[in-house]
DNA sequence: ACACCAAATGTAGTAAAATTACAACTTGCA
DNA sequence: TGCAAGTTGTAATTTTACTACATTTGGTGT
């Protein structure tokens, strides 16, 4: 855990002269990682043991290992914690309170990827005769995205907004073809009807979606991103964002599985030309 | 910069016992950070002096220093380094890799944006009479996006993705309307047209494109986001999720700037979405 | 091939930093 | 008031890092 968030917290459980310690640190957290022992005991007005008991306290081994703990707190990327927007802050705050609430969406997201269902969709992709995308609302657009990325690479692609549309594109569905729902809620009641619509006629779904919901009950696969909920009125979905990289996760596994392929396809051809040519020797 | 990279990038530099040094501490970088400088020197068979010369070469102060940065190198979530996907790996690796080189896009981006244009923009759109939000191709996704967020908001909003239904919404533009048009590169032609109608028709136009693009030339205001280029093809368009965050920041700034009355009005919209779905309670 | 110079490396001593053990001081409670 | 538990400081010890200087290595020109 990061190591200013855990003085924060045991703050109440400091003694007197440790917290001066705690309050010179977390003021100036920088400065401290490039002090010493003695330097910093002289800004607390304490003496150097209290800090080294100070140190202890955090269950770190000492002083330098303190410092090393700090020093990683404060590298860059680490301090990515979900800082919620409030009322007072400036454009230059709350952007970077965006993009860092983001990130750490981002990081938790990776965490609760599960490898083994992504690599399983990415072979159903491949072998798909038709894939199609569908989400509403702000999961219409990471769809839309999905149509994008994948319209690339030369597969039957399909992608509606619309609901009838998208119900239609389903009872059309056959064996071999795979739905994809995007949904972060996973509680929206058409997107759900859609799933059963298109497992019913033996289309694969799968779910982008959060785990136990509604929706991924009626899917074949759920790739299930356990992103923070955006409680906070100002929070951004960071939600899409996790779902949007997901997509590439899969577009760039689709990219890698058909490349190997068509590496092979490219080697056979080749085998094939030899035959209609003058080898080399023969020059 | 990274201090692991910059030991490996020197490692040319280095003479025959710093090699060993740097071999060592690169091989176990976590072991490094907890050993004394006598650990170190006796693990990479050279003595103290040289280790210390070794942390010098590498622009610190000394080896406490240097486990400093050598910590802050190794700490969580610092390794976001634009790592490329490379055809051996596996679907472990490649959704790491995916998900970190846009954590560190995003942080590149971050460091990029000018407030002080994102403070502006906010100004704009709250005293907009219509918005709206054009992209092409990968970009088409984020200003669907846009407009899901900005629907929210009550405020007049157009999105299309065709080309001829984005001229002539230009064409009706006037005075007090704002464009927001969305190009990673700033080089399709159609969008740099679409810019000059509807400046002619006395729009502003707002451009969230790179800087120095023919597409920021005819913006009244740029929002650059220094993304690092997507060379590899294995690459996903980092820029989109970029373009997608930024978003974020302009909505939340908008919510921001409108105040209460305007926070109230957001919730009521939250509960009307309620009807479509499944309760929690359902389950 | 040899001598010489410069760069690299190590040795030993020194300075600095951190830790320990213990003493003195608070603070709360009987 | 006095004593016990907890807190803080002092001083000595130990560990760690650094400096100055000596030795070695490797390369270059005669």
Partial sequence: MNILEKITQNKAAFSKSERKVAEIILANPQTAIHSSIATLAKMSDVSEPTVNRFCRRLDTKGFPDFKLHLAQSLANGTPYVNRHVDESDGPGEYT????????ASLEVARQS????????????????QKISFFGLGASASVAHDALNK???FNVPVVYFEDILMQRMSCMNCSDGDVVVLISHTGRTKSLVEIAQIARSNDATVVGITSADSPLSKECTYVLSLEVPEDTDMYMPMASRIAQLTLIDVLATGFTLRRG?????????????LRGSRFDKRDL
């Fill in 260 to 272: 190997n392929k068509f590496r092979e396809n490219l080697k056979r051809v080749k085998d094939t």
């Fill in 96 to 103: 970077n309170k965006i993009f860092e609430s983001t990130m």
């Fill in 150 to 152: 994948f319209f690339r």
């Fill in 113 to 128: 990827i599960d490898v083994n269902t992504v690599n399983r969709v990415v072979d159903l992709l491949t072998q798909a």
